[in-house]
């Protein structure tokens, strides 16, 4: 309590210290004067009564001062007067305070940003509370294809895991669908995310306007009731807070908006509106095990583990296995199990190694960044080494000293970290516009949330403790007798701390430059790799069919045939197309063999027009390509791929070989073998076959479809709206852009080593400039008696560039040791590439020990410009 | 010793508080007068004593302390303290004094 009042008047006190001050001597002089009286009364000559007074008092500004420290915070007097005092130090010194608040600011501002996009992608996903309790329900295939993981799941499962309260809060499942709105000038595609009720609930998300779905509204035939995105909701209906009640027109039929959510949560299912997902009991029925087609998510009670639910879902697979389902008895030997798998992981997606290979990269441009501040600050104090050393022989204590020093860290710090949130949030911002969205992980934003700046606060912090620290440690030491004695020797124990802190920046700036440089190299050579059609002046776009008009085959066929015939004839509707997303497969058996031997049959599976080979020129080794012949009614003809046929006919002519589709009651004639393409990555060849179905000879109807043609994008449109105005297109793309965009993520990856890289050499080129310069400062006399005694001003420069280029080659072999150690993380992100390959590190190598020439070429000709006669006489 | 002079002299200045001291030591104490200034913060911090704007006898602008009700109670735990104190030690004097 007492301790708490004085700590409060002491606060008071501490802003009116100049009134408290003029209280106290005026009180001293009633004081003094009233004990000079009482002297002049006891008899005294009035001098010699104010003398005795004054002794008899003591000092007044000692008592003062001793007042003023038990009133105040001296403290924090203290200190304030020491950033007044830093404030002013450097602004004296704007060339100093400049590279340092700069150099901070880039590093700080690159870990920033980096850090901020690295929380958001795998920390805290935007918009997702507590996204650790969410978890994806996956099933697991262990002997059928590849499928370890299948990221969709059947409707009884769904059903049975949204039962199971104990273990999950909420369980909700989505199922995309692709929507024309015709509600605008034109007809317009949206993407639709149809979801469960408690969809929101599990991620934990709010509506801005409205609400979100009721379990009774998620019924089939039930509630038309939609909910808008943010985006579709600025930018479709200009923000309206009126739209709620609104009927709108969604695939030629009404539905009513009821709610807008908050941004955030719609990268999930690329959602431009939700709409309930209202699965019947027969979608939930037994019969519907094995039809994966549900993207479910579960959220899991608080406290309880992911290793919890994956008992309960193993227990639970294990059950449907023996359970009778139709499909059970099959599966039962495929290894299939249904397994939980975080939200990050599964919405995300794999990026957590090259993520966190960018979060090592700026950690690195952190560290240089330091060890060049430190450097710069070493040299500082150790030119202010005599001013400090008059300071402690005036008798500032070493606490004063070092308070000092340490005002002047923190207020750099302070300012460069202004400065580097700033840059970071422009960084991000740039980032986010230049980079392609399709190239980062979904759900972005330029944002500096708490976890990012307690990320930047931890950041400063060791920064600090490595810029701060050592400088100040070193300076401290300092004592007037050393200073003025021995100051050359301290001088050259700096030096040293200096050179080992160039020696590692050029390290770490080698580093990176390898890492980036094995990047670069592994791709271009991807970019070289051909994905077996030609990609060049293709235009490829989405539609999508309204299943309410679209309700046989031969509609569709009409409006294919009707929109080709408007459009050039090597122009193609696909199921889709290559590098536009997943591509259907299915199984298939042979005629004449038994399913149990040979490998499973089973492969990627597309329809197309049939130009569609034309198109992208993709070469026919043997047999035909469609024709107007494969037709409904006509012989069933398939077109297989090299893959295929290596695979099912090895050594055989598989042309009039016949396989039947599963699901399809007629067998289906071989008449063509196409080259093999790559469907989704050039880095990654899946080696599956791939089956052509002709398709206007197959009743089947597609939702989407996709066409190919070297025309341009308003020639499609033109086609399709005469073909149905009511259709929109989507997704237009040229193919070059689709393959170009699968490289997206590793371009990324590339492009930001490759400026964290530059920004290190900068740096350490920095370092070593400064480290080199002072040095040839430090020799003035030296190299003074040098060029007295005869050696020549070349001899001089060569003198000065061999010192940086020893300190650079001591980085080369320290970076190229701690490349090794690091080699096998950057590996794993690499095409076919090697991280010690002979030619990227001697590139490497060369950049780096000609920046080192270059940085000490300019302190070198100072030297051999250096004056013998004046570097003798300024000693 | 500031606060009982306070409180049988009533409000005070600085000089005053001084002399009492002295006078009350009867020479004993010999101190510098600008010391008690410290001492004086601290209390008036603690709330002990308050302080106001008075003239002096010698007609001169003079703060004039004087003690407040917590700092009475102080003074009177102080006080007990002490005697306490000084009965334990008082004690183990005589036990000395008797071995």
Same mark, same amino acid.
């Given at each position: 309590?007492?301790?708490?009042?004085?700590?409060?008047?002491?606060?008071?006190?501490?802003?009116?210290?100049?009134?408290?001050?003029?209280?106290?001597?005026?009180?001293?002089?009633?004081?003094?004067?009233?004990?000079?009286?009482?002297?002049?009364?006891?008899?005294?000559?009035?001098?010699?009564?104010?003398?005795?007074?004054?002794?008899?008092?003591?000092?007044?500004?000692?008592?003062?001062?001793?007042?003023?420290?038990?009133?105040?915070?001296?403290?924090?007097?203290?200190?304030?007067?020491?950033?007044?005092?830093?404030?002013?130090?450097?602004?004296?010194?704007?060339?100093?305070?400049?590279?340092?608040?700069?150099?901070?600011?880039?590093?700080?501002?690159?870990?920033?940003?980096?850090?901020?996009?690295?929380?958001?992608?795998?920390?805290?996903?935007?918009?997702?509370?507590?996204?650790?309790?969410?978890?994806?329900?996956?099933?697991?295939?262990?002997?059928?294809?590849?499928?370890?993981?299948?990221?969709?799941?059947?409707?009884?499962?769904?059903?049975?895991?949204?039962?199971?309260?104990?273990?999950?809060?909420?369980?909700?499942?989505?199922?995309?669908?692709?929507?024309?709105?015709?509600?605008?000038?034109?007809?317009?595609?949206?993407?639709?995310?149809?979801?469960?009720?408690?969809?929101?609930?599990?991620?934990?998300?709010?509506?801005?306007?409205?609400?979100?779905?009721?379990?009774?509204?998620?019924?089939?035939?039930?509630?038309?009731?939609?909910?808008?995105?943010?985006?579709?909701?600025?930018?479709?209906?200009?923000?309206?807070?009126?739209?709620?009640?609104?009927?709108?027109?969604?695939?030629?039929?009404?539905?009513?908006?009821?709610?807008?959510?908050?941004?955030?949560?719609?990268?999930?299912?690329?959602?431009?509106?939700?709409?309930?997902?209202?699965?019947?009991?027969?979608?939930?029925?037994?019969?519907?095990?094995?039809?994966?087609?549900?993207?479910?998510?579960?959220?899991?009670?608080?406290?309880?583990?992911?290793?919890?639910?994956?008992?309960?879902?193993?227990?639970?697979?294990?059950?449907?296995?023996?359970?009778?389902?139709?499909?059970?008895?099959?599966?039962?030997?495929?290894?299939?199990?249904?397994?939980?798998?975080?939200?990050?992981?599964?919405?995300?997606?794999?990026?957590?190694?090259?993520?966190?290979?960018?979060?090592?990269?700026?950690?690195?441009?952190?560290?240089?960044?330091?060890?060049?501040?430190?450097?710069?600050?070493?040299?500082?104090?150790?030119?202010?080494?005599?001013?400090?050393?008059?300071?402690?022989?005036?008798?500032?204590?070493?606490?004063?000293?070092?308070?000092?020093?340490?005002?002047?860290?923190?207020?750099?710090?302070?300012?460069?970290?202004?400065?580097?949130?700033?840059?970071?949030?422009?960084?991000?911002?740039?980032?986010?516009?230049?980079?392609?969205?399709?190239?980062?992980?979904?759900?972005?934003?330029?944002?500096?949330?708490?976890?990012?700046?307690?990320?930047?606060?931890?950041?400063?912090?060791?920064?600090?403790?490595?810029?701060?620290?050592?400088?100040?440690?070193?300076?401290?030491?300092?004592?007037?007798?050393?200073?003025?004695?021995?100051?050359?020797?301290?001088?050259?124990?700096?030096?040293?701390?200096?050179?080992?802190?160039?020696?590692?920046?050029?390290?770490?700036?080698?580093?990176?430059?390898?890492?980036?440089?094995?990047?670069?190299?592994?791709?271009?050579?991807?970019?070289?790799?051909?994905?077996?059609?030609?990609?060049?002046?293709?235009?490829?776009?989405?539609?999508?069919?309204?299943?309410?008009?679209?309700?046989?085959?031969?509609?569709?066929?009409?409006?294919?045939?009707?929109?080709?015939?408007?459009?050039?004839?090597?122009?193609?509707?696909?199921?889709?197309?290559?590098?536009?997303?997943?591509?259907?497969?299915?199984?298939?058996?042979?005629?004449?063999?038994?399913?149990?031997?040979?490998?499973?049959?089973?492969?990627?599976?597309?329809?197309?027009?049939?130009?569609?080979?034309?198109?992208?020129?993709?070469?026919?080794?043997?047999?035909?390509?469609?024709?107007?012949?494969?037709?409904?009614?006509?012989?069933?003809?398939?077109?297989?791929?090299?893959?295929?046929?290596?695979?099912?006919?090895?050594?055989?002519?598989?042309?009039?070989?016949?396989?039947?589709?599963?699901?399809?009651?007629?067998?289906?004639?071989?008449?063509?073998?196409?080259?093999?393409?790559?469907?989704?990555?050039?880095?990654?060849?899946?080696?599956?076959?791939?089956?052509?179905?002709?398709?206007?000879?197959?009743?089947?109807?597609?939702?989407?479809?996709?066409?190919?043609?070297?025309?341009?994008?308003?020639?499609?449109?033109?086609?399709?709206?005469?073909?149905?105005?009511?259709?929109?297109?989507?997704?237009?793309?040229?193919?070059?852009?689709?393959?170009?965009?699968?490289?997206?993520?590793?371009?990324?990856?590339?492009?930001?080593?490759?400026?964290?890289?530059?920004?290190?050499?900068?740096?350490?080129?920095?370092?070593?400039?400064?480290?080199?310069?002072?040095?040839?400062?430090?020799?003035?006399?030296?190299?003074?008696?040098?060029?007295?005694?005869?050696?020549?001003?070349?001899?001089?420069?060569?003198?000065?560039?061999?010192?940086?280029?020893?300190?650079?080659?001591?980085?080369?072999?320290?970076?190229?040791?701690?490349?090794?150690?690091?080699?096998?993380?950057?590996?794993?992100?690499?095409?076919?590439?090697?991280?010690?390959?002979?030619?990227?590190?001697?590139?490497?190598?060369?950049?780096?020990?000609?920046?080192?020439?270059?940085?000490?070429?300019?302190?070198?000709?100072?030297?051999?410009?250096?004056?013998?006669?004046?570097?003798?006489?300024?000693? | 010793?500031?606060?009982?002079?306070?409180?049988?002299?009533?409000?005070? $200045? +600085?000089?005053?508080?001084?002399?009492? %001291?002295?006078?009350?030591?009867? /020479? !004993? #104490?010999?101190?510098? $007068? +600008?010391?008690?200034?410290?001492?004086? %913060?601290?209390?008036?911090?603690? /709330? !002990? #004593?308050?302080?106001?704007? +008075?003239?002096?006898?010698?007609?001169?602008?003079?703060?004039?302390?004087?003690?407040?009700?917590?700092?009475?109670?102080?003074?009177?735990?102080?006080?007990?303290?002490?005697?306490?104190?000084?009965?334990?030690?008082?004690?183990?004097?005589?036990?000395?004094?008797?071995?």
């Amino acid at each position: 309590m007492k301790f708490l009042r004085r700590l409060v008047s002491r606060i008071a006190a501490a802003f009116s210290i100049h009134r408290e001050d003029r209280r106290f001597s005026s009180e001293f002089d009633t004081h003094i004067d009233l004990l000079t009286q009482e002297n002049i009364r006891a008899g005294m000559e009035p001098a010699e009564a104010h003398r005795q007074a004054a002794l008899k008092f003591g000092t007044p500004s000692l008592a003062l001062e001793t007042c003023r420290e038990q009133r105040g915070l001296p403290r924090l007097e203290a200190f304030t007067r020491d950033l007044r005092h830093a404030f002013r130090a450097l602004r004296k010194a704007p060339g100093f305070s400049l590279s340092v608040v700069l150099t901070l600011a880039i590093a700080l501002g690159a870990n920033t940003a980096i850090f901020s996009l690295v929380n958001q992608a795998l920390l805290h996903p935007n918009g997702i509370d507590h996204p650790e309790r969410i978890i994806s329900i996956r099933e697991h295939y262990g002997k059928l294809l590849n499928l370890t993981d299948l990221g969709a799941t059947s409707g009884p499962v769904f059903a049975a895991i949204r039962a199971e309260r104990s273990l999950f809060e909420h369980t909700a499942a989505l199922s995309g669908l692709y929507l024309t709105y015709t509600g605008g000038s034109r007809p317009e595609h949206l993407q639709a995310a149809q979801v469960s009720s408690e969809w929101f609930d599990v991620l934990g998300a709010k509506p801005l306007l409205g609400r979100t779905f009721t379990p009774e509204e998620d019924q089939p035939n039930v509630g038309r009731v939609a909910v808008l995105s943010y985006s579709t909701w600025t930018k479709r209906f200009g923000a309206d807070p009126s739209v709620l009640g609104r009927t709108i027109e969604l695939d030629l039929q009404p539905w009513t908006i009821i709610g807008v959510m908050k941004p955030g949560i719609e990268w999930l299912g690329e959602a431009d509106l939700w709409l309930p997902l209202a699965l019947s009991s027969a979608d939930i029925g037994p019969q519907e095990n094995f039809h994966q087609h549900l993207f479910v998510l579960a959220r899991l009670r608080p406290g309880l583990l992911q290793a919890q639910a994956n008992a309960w879902l193993r227990l639970f697979s294990s059950r449907v296995l023996t359970s009778g389902v139709p499909g059970a008895k099959d599966t039962a030997s495929l290894d299939w199990y249904i397994f939980p798998k975080s939200f990050v992981n599964a919405a995300i997606g794999d990026t957590r190694t090259p993520t966190l290979l960018l979060l090592a990269a700026v950690g690195i441009v952190l560290l240089i960044a330091s060890a060049n501040i430190a450097g710069l600050m070493l040299a500082r104090n150790a030119m202010r080494s005599n001013e400090l050393a008059l300071q402690a022989a005036l008798g500032a204590s070493r606490g004063r000293l070092l308070g000092r020093v340490a005002a002047e860290s923190l207020l750099l710090a302070g300012f460069g970290t202004a400065a580097g949130l700033g840059l970071a949030w422009i960084g991000m911002r740039t980032l986010l516009l230049w980079v392609p969205k399709t190239e980062l992980p979904r759900g972005l934003n330029a944002q500096l949330d708490i976890y990012t700046l307690a990320f930047t606060a931890a950041a400063v912090a060791i920064t600090g403790v490595l810029f701060g620290i050592l400088p100040a440690w070193q300076s401290s030491a300092v004592s007037f007798a050393a200073s003025a004695n021995a100051g050359s020797r301290i001088v050259s124990a700096r030096q040293k701390t200096r050179s080992t802190l160039v020696v590692l920046e050029a390290a770490l700036a080698l580093v990176l430059m390898v890492g980036a440089g094995a990047l670069l190299r592994s791709f271009i050579q991807l970019e070289q790799v051909h994905p077996g059609f030609d990609a060049r002046r293709v235009m490829t776009a989405s539609i999508s069919f309204p299943a309410s008009r679209y309700n046989n085959p031969q509609t569709q066929s009409a409006f294919y045939q009707a929109m080709l015939d408007r459009l050039p004839a090597d122009s193609a509707i696909a199921s889709d197309v290559p590098f536009s997303g997943g591509i259907n497969s299915g199984g298939f058996e042979i005629r004449g063999r038994t399913s149990s031997n040979g490998p499973p049959t089973h492969a990627d599976v597309r329809y197309v027009s049939p130009a569609f080979f034309d198109a992208l020129h993709i070469p026919l080794k043997r047999g035909r390509a469609f024709s107007a012949v494969d037709r409904i009614g006509t012989e069933c003809a398939v077109i297989i791929d090299a893959n295929m046929a290596g695979q099912f006919w090895p050594g055989e002519d598989p042309i009039g070989k016949q396989l039947r589709p599963i699901g399809l009651s007629r067998w289906c004639t071989i008449v063509g073998v196409a080259g093999h393409i790559l469907q989704s990555d050039l880095a990654l060849d899946s080696g599956r076959g791939t089956l052509y179905y002709a398709l206007y000879q197959i009743p089947r109807i597609f939702p989407v479809a996709s066409i190919v043609t070297h025309g341009s994008t308003d020639a499609i449109r033109a086609a399709v709206a005469s073909a149905d105005p009511s259709e929109a297109i989507f997704d237009t793309k040229s193919l070059a852009d689709r393959v170009a965009g699968s490289l997206g993520s590793r371009r990324f990856l590339l492009q930001m080593m490759a400026s964290f890289a530059i920004v290190a050499l900068f740096l350490s080129a920095l370092g070593l400039y400064g480290v080199i310069s002072y040095a040839v400062g430090q020799r003035r006399r030296e190299i003074g008696v040098r060029m007295a005694l005869g050696a020549q001003r070349v001899a001089v420069s060569r003198m000065i560039v061999a010192e940086g280029l020893r300190l650079a080659l001591i980085g080369v072999a320290l970076g190229l040791a701690i490349a090794a150690g690091l080699a096998h993380t950057i590996e794993s992100q690499l095409y076919e590439a090697r991280v010690f390959d002979m030619r990227t590190v001697s590139i490497a190598v060369t950049i780096l020990v000609a920046v080192a020439v270059a940085a000490s070429f300019f302190p070198a000709r100072r030297a051999a410009s250096v004056d013998p006669m004046s570097a003798l006489r300024c000693e | 010793m500031v606060l009982t002079t306070l409180e049988v002299l009533g409000p005070q $200045h +600085g000089y005053g508080i001084a002399k009492r %001291v002295e006078q009350t030591g009867g /020479g !004993a #104490i010999d101190i510098n $007068h +600008g010391t008690l200034y410290p001492v004086l %913060v601290k209390l008036e911090q603690e /709330g !002990a #004593i308050r302080s106001e704007w +008075g003239v002096s006898e010698n007609n001169r602008k003079a703060r004039f302390y004087s003690i407040t009700r917590a700092g009475r109670k102080q003074l009177l735990a102080e006080q007990r303290r002490w005697e306490e104190t000084t009965r334990i030690m008082g004690q183990f004097f005589a036990l000395r004094s008797k071995a």
